[in-house]
């Protein structure tokens, strides 16, 4: 469940909101909210948020949905997986906005897609980081998809979290919303 959780926050965060901003931008949506007072700051704490809250709903449907299948954790701690995927939501948020901000629609689609397939398959997501090639394996563990991975399958399961993952995921965040707020473009 945590591995399903946290591809949906890369789908969610990362894929989705990405392509649907670099088509907004593309089709012009987004240089006519650049002359209001909105700010590429506030537009992105906004998708960030309106994401997040996608995503609480989508962390109730995916735990409802594993509870009928028999899936029964044994010792949740909710607010820190809620934590967690507040800052993998603004990190996975930030990477795709960064991309969408300055990619044509084209390429930025491309490109999410293509992201979005290396950090599934060397992300600790599907593939455990352990079963990868040593070198692979050490470079694995400190993208943000494998730290997201280890820190949700720690809060659903024996709460012990690693505090230089949530260090490494919080830093991720705080660089990738940065980057998106001082890269990202209103128009082509």
Do not use: H
Request: net charge positive.
């Amino acid at each position: 469940m945590p591995g399903i959780l946290c591809l949906a926050v890369i789908s969610t965060a990362m894929v989705s909101l990405g392509i649907a901003t670099g088509f907004e931008r593309s089709y012009g949506v987004l240089r006519r909210l650049g002359t209001t007072p909105l700010g590429t700051r506030r537009l992105v704490m906004a998708k960030v948020s309106a994401i997040f809250i996608i995503e609480i709903a989508q962390l109730a449907l995916l735990i409802f949905v594993g509870q009928l299948l028999g899936w029964n954790p044994e010792r949740v701690n909710l607010l820190q997986v809620l934590a967690f995927l507040f800052v993998g939501t603004s990190c996975f948020s930030g990477i795709g906005l960064t991309l969408a901000g300055r990619l044509r629609a084209e390429v930025n689609l491309a490109a999410q897609n293509g992201l979005y397939l290396a950090l599934l398959l060397l992300g600790g997501v599907l593939v455990s980081n352990d079963e990868l090639p040593n070198s692979l394996g050490n470079i694995a563990k400190v993208l943000p998809s494998s730290l997201l991975s280890n820190l949700l399958r720690a809060s659903f399961n024996d709460n012990t979290v690693a505090p230089a993952d949530v260090a490494f995921l919080s830093g991720w965040a705080v660089a990738a919303c940065t980057c998106a707020v001082f890269s990202f473009r209103w128009s082509d």
